[in-house]
Structures are given as structure tokens and as C-alpha cells.
């Protein structure tokens, strides 16, 4: 797995995305104490569900792997000319 450039904002960016995704899909809302490592797994699994991004193996989920995994997801889905793309 290649670290991406930005990777820490883009993951701040998809978390974001993903707690707005959740709450549109019907979720209530991450408690303001809610660690970083249980949205990343919950946002993951909720976009696995619907569909929007292709599950990791089993044996290679690992919370870095999540990580990188919904940082691709954000990172797809910005234009071309985004300030985190450059």
C-alpha cells in the first residue's frame, strides 16, 4: 500500500463525507467522544454496504488499511483541480 500525498487531510476530508453520508443514510450521529478508530470502521462498513467501495480482504483489515482505503475513496471522488490532489 503506497502512502498518498495528503493522506491525513484527505482521511479528515472523507470522515467528514462519510459522517454527512451516514446521517443522510438514516444514522444518527457520531457522539462528539466518538474516537476516530470507530467512525473509520463504521463510515468503511456502511460504504462497503451500500456498495461504494470494493471490501478489503478479511485478513488485511487493519485500522490502517481503513484509513487508507476511505482516503482513496474521498480522493476519487474530488475534482481534478482540488487543493489536496496537487
Known sequence: MKKLKNEQQLLKLALKVGE??????GYAEFS????????????YRLLVADGLIQ????????????????????MNKLPADHALLQ
Open 20 to 25: 454527512n453520508y451516514a446521517v443522510n443514510r
Open 55 to 74: 471490501p478489503l480482504p478479511e485478513d488485511k483489515e487493519d485500522a490502517q488499511s481503513l484509513r487508507h482505503r476511505l482516503a482513496v475513496w474521498v
Open 32 to 43: 462528539p467522544t466518538a474516537h476516530a478508530k470507530e467512525k473509520v470502521e463504521c463510515i
